[in-house]
């Protein structure tokens, strides 16, 4: 069965103090995948797409990496306002038919002090 | 910027009562999900929807669930007899046409279901 498992469930940091969340996968053959930041109340707000392994992404303070078994998520000088919960998704066989649906995984619920 | 917009924001209901949650996919999209948060707990799939049916679903979405587009631009899901495990956050997602399994999905901000 494909799974998502994300760590750490929680991460505290100081503004400023850089850190990395991570996004495991266990999909045959990776159709992409996603990183949203959700914010108390709101639902999932896109951040990155990933497709292949090496591949980056970045905005502003974050910058997504990728590779063959795992994504992570680099935050660099964290602001409060990063403050959200991040998700990761990917693409997993549907048990009915034929397609694939958006997976998620459990989140990163960081908290920046400022 | 386009958003998806869902109403109610927060709806209480009866054990057993039925309710209707509505959304407004982003215009141009033409791929519709459901998904549902329980508190505290991960982002979980329930209906996928396109050229006006239901492209896959669930173990969750039983003969309870239902979705619809009844025109151009709602999309709603209706849960028949509402139970209390029922009570969850509801997302609407909508993503462009092409390749859904790889679009990013666009959410809308939810509906808060409160089964007493």
């Known amino acids: 069965e494909d799974q998502v498992t994300q760590s750490p469930e929680a991460l505290r940091l100081q503004e400023g103090e850089s850190s990395s969340l991570n996004c495991s996968y266990t999909?045959?053959?990776?159709?992409?995948l996603f990183w949203y930041r959700q914010d108390p109340g709101k639902g999932p707000e896109f951040l990155f797409t990933l497709y292949s392994a090496g591949e980056e992404k970045e905005k502003e303070r974050l910058k997504a990496t990728l590779t063959k078994k795992e994504s992570f998520l680099h935050i660099t000088a964290p602001k409060p306002e990063d403050s959200a919960t991040y998700l990761c998704?990917?693409?997993?066989?549907?048990?009915?038919?034929?397609?694939?649906?958006?997976?998620f995984g459990r989140g990163t619920s960081l908290i920046v002090h400022p | 910027e386009p958003e998806v917009t869902q109403t109610p924001s927060h709806q209480v209901t009866q054990m057993g009562q039925e309710v209707i949650l509505r959304c407004v996919p982003i215009?141009?999209?033409?791929?519709f999900y459901w998904y549902r948060q329980i508190l505290g707990q991960k982002v979980e799939f329930l209906v996928s929807?396109?050229?006006?049916?239901?492209?896959?679903k669930s173990e969750i979405f039983d003969d309870q669930f239902s979705v619809e587009r009844p025109d151009g631009s709602n999309f709603t899901l209706k849960i028949r007899s509402t139970k209390l495990e029922d009570s969850a956050m509801y997302f609407c997602?909508?993503?462009?046409?092409?390749?859904?399994?790889?679009?990013?999905?666009?959410f809308g901000n939810g509906t808060r279901l409160t089964v007493t």
């Open positions: 997602a909508s993503s462009e046409i092409g390749r859904p399994y790889n679009s990013p999905l666009h």
């Open positions: 929807f396109y050229n006006n049916e239901i492209s896959e």
């Open positions: 999909v045959s053959g990776l159709r992409g």
């Open positions: 215009s141009n999209h033409l791929y």
């Open positions: 998704a990917v693409p997993s066989a549907a048990t009915s038919g034929g397609s694939y649906i958006p997976t």
